[in-house]
C-alpha cells in the first residue's frame, strides 16, 4: 500500500524573534488528550514545567493556526501549535559576518570564529543565520550546510525556501568543491601531500569524534603548502564532510590544528571563549556549479589565520 504524502505544516502564526523561528510542534494524531494543554503537560511535565505550561498558556504564549491556545482549547489530532522559547542571553561574538555574494536566490557568508552557523544548544540568537535574518531583512533565509562554531569561512545560505533543495542536494551529492586552509605544527617526517581514509564516529552528546575500524566514511587530501618556525600552512581538501573530520585526520597524522580545544585532548570548557585563540581552521574556497542556473560561481574568503601573518595581507584575522 503507497503511503501517502505527509503534508506540509501551515506557515507559523508567529514571526520570527530576534532572527530565531518559533518552536512548531506536531500534535499527534491518535487524539488521547481532550484539550491541547493536556498534550502540552504530558509532553513537557517531565522536565518540571508544568508551571510554566500553565503560565505560558495563560500569557497567550501558545499559538494554533486559528490563535491563541488556552487551558480549554480542544485537541485537534494532526494540528500544530507554536511557541517562541525564552531566550537566555548569550555572549555577543564581536566579529562581523562579512557578505561576499548576495543576490536573489543565494548568500554566501564569510563567517568568524566562535560563531555557530544556525541556531543549536545554548547557540541561539548568536548565530550566523539570526544575524543575516536579522541584518539583511530575510526571515526565510536558510542555510545550505553548517561549518563548526569554531571554523571561520565561507557559507552558503539558501534566500527563498522554494530553492533550498538544489542547493542542499549539492552538498549531499558531493558536487561543491571546499578547500581549507589550517595552521599545525610541521614535521618533516609526515609525508604528504596523501589522502587520509578512515570511519569516523560521533556519538550524540560526546564532543570529540573518534576513528574506528570498519569501512571508511571520510576521506580528506592533506597538502603541505609551505612551512616556517616549526609551523606548517596545509591546504585540506575533504571529499566528505563527517562532522569534525578535517581535525580529526590532522591529529590522526599527529598534526593537531593550532587552537584547537578537542584534539589531541579535550580541554576544561572556560566561562566564556577566548577571542585571542581562535581554532587555526578556515573554510577558504567555496566553488559549484549553479544548479539553477548553470553558471560556475566560486568564492574565496578574504580572512588570514592569525597564526600565519601573510605580508602581502597585513595582519592575520584572529577571527
Not at 28 to 38: E, H, I, K, L, N
Not at 210 to 223: H, L, Q, T, W, Y
Not at 244 to 256: C, D, E, Y
Not at 257 to 281: H, I, K, M, N
Amino acid at each position: 500500500m503507497a503511503r501517502r504524502p505527509r503534508r506540509r505544516p501551515p506557515p507559523a502564526p508567529l514571526a520570527q524573534r530576534e532572527g530565531v523561528d518559533p518552536v512548531r510542534v506536531r500534535l499527534p494524531g491518535d487524539g488521547r488528550w481532550s484539550t491541547v494543554a493536556q498534550f502540552l503537560h504530558e509532553r513537557y511535565d517531565a522536565g518540571g514545567g508544568a508551571a510554566r505550561i500553565d503560565a505560558m498558556l495563560a500569557g497567550g504564549r501558545f499559538v494554533g493556526v486559528r490563535g491563541p491556545v488556552s487551558a480549554a482549547t480542544p485537541y485537534e489530532g494532526g494540528g500544530w501549535v507554536w511557541y517562541h522559547r525564552d531566550l537566555a542571553a548569550e555572549q555577543p561574538v564581536p566579529f562581523p559576518v562579512t557578505i561576499v555574494h548576495r543576490d536573489e536566490r543565494i548568500v554566501v557568508a564569510d563567517k568568524p570564529h566562535f560563531l555557530a552557523t544556525v541556531p543549536r544548544g545554548g547557540h541561539v540568537t548568536e548565530t550566523a543565520l539570526a544575524r543575516l535574518r536579522r541584518d539583511l531583512g530575510l526571515p526565510e533565509l536558510s542555510a545550505a550546510h553548517r561549518l563548526d562554531r569554531l571554523t571561520a569561512g565561507l557559507v552558503l545560505f539558501v534566500v527563498r525556501p522554494r530553492d533550498r533543495g538544489a542547493y542542499q542536494t549539492l552538498f549531499r551529492d558531493r558536487r561543491v568543491r571546499k578547500e581549507y586552509e589550517a595552521v599545525a605544527a610541521y614535521d618533516p617526517r609526515v609525508e604528504l601531500p596523501r589522502t587520509v581514509r578512515s570511519r569516523i564516529v560521533k556519538e550524540r552528546g560526546v564532543i570529540p569524534a573518534r576513528e574506528e575500524a570498519g569501512p571508511p566514511n571520510a576521506e580528506s587530501r592533506v597538502e603541505l603548502l609551505e612551512h616556517r618556525g616549526g609551523l606548517g600552512r596545509y591546504r585540506l581538501l575533504p571529499t566528505t564532510g563527517r562532522t569534525h573530520q578535517l581535525r580529526v585526520h590532522m591529529n590522526a597524522l599527529g598534526l593537531p590544528l593550532l587552537g584547537d580545544p578537542v584534539y589531541p585532548e579535550l580541554l576544561p570548557q572556560a566561562a566564556a571563549d577566548d577571542w585571542t585563540s581562535p581554532l587555526q581552521l578556515l573554510a577558504r574556497v567555496l566553488e559549484f556549479t549553479d544548479p539553477l542556473t548553470g553558471h560556475a560561481m566560486r568564492w574565496e574568503s578574504a580572512r588570514r589565520l592569525a597564526a600565519w601573518p601573510d605580508a602581502e595581507h597585513g595582519d592575520a584575522d584572529g577571527a
